[in-house]
């Protein structure tokens, strides 16, 4: 089952690293063997894309931490609704060298937009809340501009919820320690001190999905309004205490007894982030701290309350309506994914030196989260999907297998010179021959990848990502594509 929707869509957009982010890998979960002891995840992970005719090379978990420069990492799986194994290696900060537990928090990133949604949707339950709505109805300290749609088309928190309300802002990028950090309503405004433009709406409401974590942020103002109530407070009453995720809060900065004990971020260099976690001010969209296993204790109880028990942390009712997904891959803050008979749940979560990333099946109960504290993050995440997969008979999560295509040094050679990214950003990037093949560099972002020729004019890397280069007159190379949507011109 593919999981395209779990990963960057499903993330704040960071500046320099998240294009190079990678897709989520191929998983279905339908197998339910003994849960193995939690050590053996820590050993056997091969690289995302294996080679077709070359031996397996098996390395540990440190090892691929290590490559990645990702400092650490901690894991949870569930069957059939439990959690049947928890791992954590690495540390929390490699300033300190503290240690990584199964109780170190991390900034969950996207993660909290589901998250969200269902403290919404308890809400609902609980009080007077129409999803269908005009917002501007709802919203009390702010308004919505007026957009071309306005009284045909509706922006309501369903929509803004599905991510497709026509909203815009991606995501955002949090504040570095030290920086003046807005309001929430500079923040919508896209008033200084914020570094996130305005939210507006302008394309037709209802028709397309466009992730925005902008229009999260609506629904958040809008909850807020309606209820008087913070969403740090409103989180412990209607999600965190109820299921006991002791671990977790909406918490920017976050404060003791969880800051004792929190994960700090690193970069894609595996260097700590210059004055520790951003803060951001967008709590819905981006702004919760958690742990995997209070991750699959929410999503086992949103699972079981789908199957139809009314003992969750919302009804049946709402949970139907929480994975049902008319205009695009999201329901009510949920991606979901459903392929060769399994349907399952989840989100993907991007801050600065996190990644994260969490899915769920709805009939089996089985599920997997992953976080970890370095930008190099989801490329790990991959590969230890792939080993759980092994471990515990998940037939169908199969990585992909690619042929080396034979290319001598002289045709290697065409494809080497600088490069000039323009979409979605501009930087540059170079590209070199190595034993193999051609290494990529772009800033801090990425040092000596790795590509692999496969056909002509097309290349992979172990981590899964492709790029293939475009041809102009007299056959020379002018430029490539960097996944399908990172664009680069040749200029030396």
């Given at each position: 089952m593919k999981k395209s929707g779990l990963v960057l869509v499903g993330v704040a957009l960071l500046a320099a690293a998240a294009w190079w982010l990678g897709q989520q890998p191929d998983q279905t979960l339908i197998s339910k063997p003994a849960a193995p002891e939690a050590a053996t995840i820590a050993t056997g992970l091969r690289p995302v894309v294996h080679i077709a005719n070359r031996p397996p090379v098996s390395m540990t978990l440190q090892e691929r931490m290590d490559a990645h420069k990702v400092p650490g990492v901690s894991i949870a799986v569930m069957q059939n609704g439990k959690i049947v194994m928890t791992h954590a290696a690495g540390v929390r900060d490699r300033s300190t060298g503290a240690a990584i537990n199964?109780?170190?928090?991390?900034?969950?990133?996207?993660?909290?937009?589901?998250?969200?949604?269902?403290?919404?949707?308890?809400?609902?339950?609980?009080?007077?809340?129409?999803?269908?709505?005009?917002?501007n109805s709802l919203l009390t300290s702010w308004q919505l501009p007026e957009h071309p749609w306005q009284g045909t088309q509706d922006v309501t928190l369903r929509r803004l919820l599905s991510h497709t309300a026509g909203t815009t802002v991606h995501g955002f990028a949090g504040y570095a320690a030290g920086t003046d950090v807005p309001t929430f309503v500079q923040l919508l405004n896209g008033a200084a001190p914020a570094n996130s433009p305005a939210v507006v709406v302008d394309i037709e409401p209802g028709k397309q999905f466009r992730y925005s974590g902008g229009g999260t942020s609506i629904a958040q103002q809008a909850l807020e309004d309606i209820s008087g109530i913070p969403l740090a407070t409103l989180a412990d009453t209607h999600l965190f205490g109820p299921l006991d995720m002791t671990r977790s809060a909406y918490a920017q900065p976050l404060s003791k007894p969880l800051s004792d004990n929190a994960a700090a971020p690193h970069n894609a260099k595996g260097q700590p982030v210059n004055g520790g976690a951003h803060t951001y001010a967008a709590l819905a969209a981006a702004g919760m701290w958690t742990t995997p296993s209070d991750i699959l204790k929410w999503a086992a109880s949103i699972q079981q309350a789908y199957a139809g028990d009314t003992g969750q942390i919302v009804s049946p009712e709402s949970a139907q309506d929480m994975l049902t997904n008319p205009v695009g891959p999201v329901g009510i803050g949920f991606f979901i994914d459903e392929e060769n008979g399994a349907t399952s749940f989840g989100h993907g979560g991007s801050n600065e030196g996190f990644r994260a990333n969490f899915y769920t099946y709805m009939d089996s109960g089985d599920g997997i989260a992953v976080m970890t504290n370095g930008a190099n993050g989801s490329i790990l995440i991959r590969e230890i999907i792939h080993r759980a997969a092994e471990l515990y008979g998940w037939d169908d999560?199969?990585?992909?297998?690619?042929?080396?295509?034979?290319?001598?040094?002289?045709?290697?050679?065409?494809?080497?010179?600088?490069?000039?990214?323009?979409?979605?950003?501009?930087?540059?990037?170079?590209?070199t021959v190595g034993a193999e093949g051609l290494l990529l560099n772009a800033g801090d972002v990425m040092v000596d990848e790795l590509f692999l020729p496969e056909e002509t004019n097309k290349f992979f890397a172990l981590n899964g990502s492709g790029m293939v280069f475009i041809r102009g007159d007299n056959d020379a190379v002018t430029g490539f594509e960097y996944r399908g949507f990172v664009k680069a011109v040749k200029i030396d």
């Open positions: 199964t109780e170190t928090v991390f900034q969950a990133a996207s993660i909290s937009k589901p998250a969200f949604a269902t403290i919404l949707m308890r809400y609902r339950e609980q009080n007077e809340l129409d999803l269908d709505a005009d917002i999560v199969q990585p992909p297998v690619k042929h080396v295509a034979d290319m001598d040094a002289d045709t290697l050679a065409q494809f080497a010179g600088r490069y000039r990214v323009t979409e979605p950003m501009d930087m540059e990037a170079t590209i």
